[in-house]
């Protein structure tokens, strides 16, 4: 998956070292130059040190190519003016990373982001968590709660609940479908685009499980 990152920030450092060692291939966007020499230096990612608002420079380093937009620039007019702008470009998924609570609120009712998360403690994860498609509760010993976005893990999507329960050693499933129905699916069932998974299974398969 392409990612493109708006905005370095120490959260954003460790982010995109994530996104690197899950086999993502990610482009960092900022105006300051230091910051982006800096992620350059360390990590095995491409860097563009330019006007933000220029939208012929974005298009020279493949910004409207990207599966996903990650906005977490400093400074909330740059990131609400390139929501807007990636809805021009068709950039299926974007997420915006807040300070303000209303701008947040905003960019999701115009449908200018999928997912808005409010900068706070719990940004890092928050954010890892959407861009994965999944959030994981980790058990006491060798097991995990797993909630699934299909629409992010889409390699799950045709494959039947007995394949989750047989490859993966899923020991519990549930499915929310995209009309909010809770089921425990038989065997046969088809993981449908949009089904949200709820899982429980031992950590090591679930990092499988959710491999790209």
Request: aromatic share 4%.
């Amino acid at each position: 998956m392409r990612i493109a990152v708006v905005g370095v920030a120490d959260f954003t450092q460790n982010l995109v070292r994530r996104l690197v060692e899950q086999g993502h291939e990610v482009v960092v966007f900022d105006d300051v130059k230091e910051g982006i020499e800096r992620l350059e230096a360390e990590l095995d990612v491409a860097g563009a040190a330019v006007d933000l608002l220029d939208f012929d420079q974005l298009e020279s380093f493949g910004f409207s190519k990207a599966d996903v937009l990650l906005l977490a620039h400093r400074d909330e007019s740059v990131n609400v003016a390139l929501s807007v702008y990636a809805k021009v470009v068709n950039i299926p998924r974007v997420l915006v990373v807040s300070r303000n609570r209303r701008v947040a609120e905003v960019l999701l009712r115009l449908g200018l982001a999928s997912n808005v998360v409010v900068a706070g403690d719990v940004v890092e994860r928050a954010t890892s968590s959407v861009l994965r498609g999944a959030e994981v509760i980790e058990l006491p010993g060798d097991h995990a709660v797993a909630v699934i976005d299909t629409r992010v893990v889409n390699h799950l999507v045709g494959a039947s609940a007995a394949d989750l329960r047989e490859r993966y050693r899923v020991s519990a499933l549930r499915v929310v479908d995209r009309e909010g129905a809770l089921r425990e699916p038989p065997d046969e069932y088809v993981i449908k685009e949009g089904d949200v998974l709820v899982l429980i299974a031992e950590k090591s398969a679930l990092e499988e499980l959710l491999a790209p």
